[in-house]
């Protein structure tokens, strides 16, 4: 394996066995051989991918997709049943929430125990003592059994001796969800600390917005195989709307054909302005016909200066006997922040009716957006929340640079005195 290439992962399989109802003894093996029968059960058919020195891979997919099982088989928990895993370097992992530890040791017992399975030795593990400690927050509970601690404790001890170690590589599944929000946050400013080391991160997590703070790369595991391997925002994007699918299919109780003539619904009768990464959803009762951005001259625009006067044009059609619904929009940057976003209806107050078709505008006297490019989400609810129409990733505008000395997506009316 090439000294820049940390992990290489060849082609692996994985399945295990599914008992109906397995014997645990030698003497009901013989006597009832009927419950030995099994199935057999494919979780990884054939994946394949290199991880570079560095670099931080996030694995992405549904429950059941075999992130886990393929996290496990880097750390040699497992053994593919095909195909080769080839690992350079100390490993440090965060598979399972205590797994090492002892319930019956106190937290420092076992800070020695876990630093020794991942291979220090005691010196180098009284010279980190302090720093693990001070970084789990643990220092009132150190001394205490560790089956006195919240399950967040352990999470807050494990974290803290695995990224201590000094690894080559750190794998981490999951685990970061137990904590509290104010230490999910220190634990990822220092995720990419030991990545700008050098250490080489996998980490699998449901967490879309962690993952794009840390990771370089993702890949989305579907079926056993890899679906899409490529940049983060890209890769999340077609995974979320893959699961925004499912969902519309079970919520829609539709077939799966008719599913696929919803998502065919023409967005080029929109506007000839959309963009190539425009997704549609939703039952389309009520749908748009026309989606455009037009200037203070009502000339249609998708470039504009902070403090410009945009004008959100929205027609519609519906097929239900005057509905009434709530039309919403979001101006949102390229990595999912949500910046803006605004409905017609607040809560409490009359949803309109409308006719069979019509038009409606968002009038925005001031663009408050620095400068930058963002898209456009818009959507149709109705009355209970249902998804008539959605469309994600509309349009992308860019507002011109002309603001030097404010930072983030919005500016504020503001004033300094002193």
Partial sequence: MERECAIRVEHIAKHFKVYADKAAMLKERVLFASR??????????????QVPRGQALGLIGKNGCGKSTILKMLTRILKPNAGNVMVQGRVSSLIELGAGFHPDMSGRENIY???????????????????????????EFIDNPVRTYSSGMYMRLAFAVAINVNADILLIDEILAVGDAGFQKKCFQRLRQIKEQGTTIVIVSHAMEQLYGICDRLIW?????????????????????????????????????????VRRHSLLELTDRIHPDARRDGSQEVYFTEISLLNQDWQECQNFDT??????????????????????????KDNWQYCYGCCY??????????????????VIDALMLLPG??????GINGPAGELYDNVRNFMQITVREYVHDEFGPCTFTHHWQR
Avoid: W
């Avoid at 209806?345 to 968002?362: C, H, M, N, Y």
């Avoid at 490019?373 to 818009?378: S, T």
């Fill in 36 to 49: 030995n029968q099994y199935e057999i059960r494919e979780i990884i058919k054939d994946v394949s991918f």
């Fill in 113 to 139: 125990i876990n630093a020794t399975i991942f291979g220090l030795k005691r010196e180098e593990i009284d010279s980190r003592l302090s720093d693990i400690i001070s970084f789990s927050e643990l220092e």
């Fill in 221 to 261: 595991i579907e079926g056993g195989i890899v679906q899409e391997d490529g940049l983060p925002k890209q890769v999340a994007m077609h995974y979320l709307d893959f699961m925004e699918d499912e969902r519309l299919r079970k919520f829609m109780t539709k077939s799966r054909e008719q599913c696929q003539d």
């Fill in 345 to 362: 209806a607040k809560p409490g107050d009359e949803l309109p009716v409308l006719d069979e078709s019509g038009e409606i505008f968002l």
């Fill in 373 to 378: 490019k963002y898209f456009l989400d818009v």
């Fill in 307 to 332: 403090g410009d006067k945009v004008i959100l044009k929205m027609a519609y059609r519906t097929k239900r006997v005057h509905p009434a619904v709530n039309f919403n929009m979001d101006f949102v």
